[in-house]
């Protein structure tokens, strides 16, 4: 069984998937914490010098790699869902978990973290706004299911994913 969790930035993909993975006794990974090891360097360098574009191709490989997998929990960039090919990896080989977190909280969540390149601008508001409206149908169309974040803690909505897995997977 592969869990592969999806959603914007400041959703606790990372959180829940360390959860889980403890839980149900399965590896946990981070595409940006593999990214980051594979090149030596931070996501920040990687989108200053090589561009979204380079991060992006760099994001495929990584993804390529971890859905050859098996019984893994894997936490995505918030930006994977953009590329077909990434839908179509992640549809296929595993549970896809959209974890949907309203604007209001991904700003709280997000406000005081330094190193997410693409809110290093004077209004990342404005920013998550613009990114929410323009993946929320990515994130959508490649869920398996929709787990709704807002006043819950990791362990919630990891419970609420457990549950899920233990009915239907």
């Known amino acids: ?20 993975a403890n839980e149900l006794f399965l590896n946990f990974y981070d595409t940006d914490t593999k990214i980051e090891e594979k090149t030596g360097v931070s996501i920040d360098w990687i989108f200053d010098i090589e561009g979204e574009e380079g991060f992006r191709k760099r ?29 179509e990896l992640l549809a296929s080989r595993g549970t896809v978990f959209y974890l949907h977190t309203p604007l209001k909280t991904q700003i709280e969540r997000t406000s005081k973290d330094k190193d997410r390149p693409l809110l290093k601008n004077q209004d990342p508001a404005k920013i998550l706004s613009e990114l929410q409206e323009s993946r929320l149908s990515f994130y959508e169309e490649v869920a398996d299911y929709i787990i709704e974040t807002e006043n819950k803690t990791g362990s919630e909505v990891a419970n609420e994913i457990i549950k899920l897995t233990k009915n239907y997977g």
């Open 1 to 20: 069984m592969n869990i592969f969790i999806v959603g914007p930035m400041g959703s606790g993909k990372t959180t829940v998937g360390k959860i889980l």
């Open 59 to 87: 994001e495929t490989e990584v993804l390529k790699e971890m859905v050859a997998s098996n019984s893994i929990v894997l936490a995505t960039g918030g930006g994977i869902v953009i590329t077909e090919e990434n839908r």
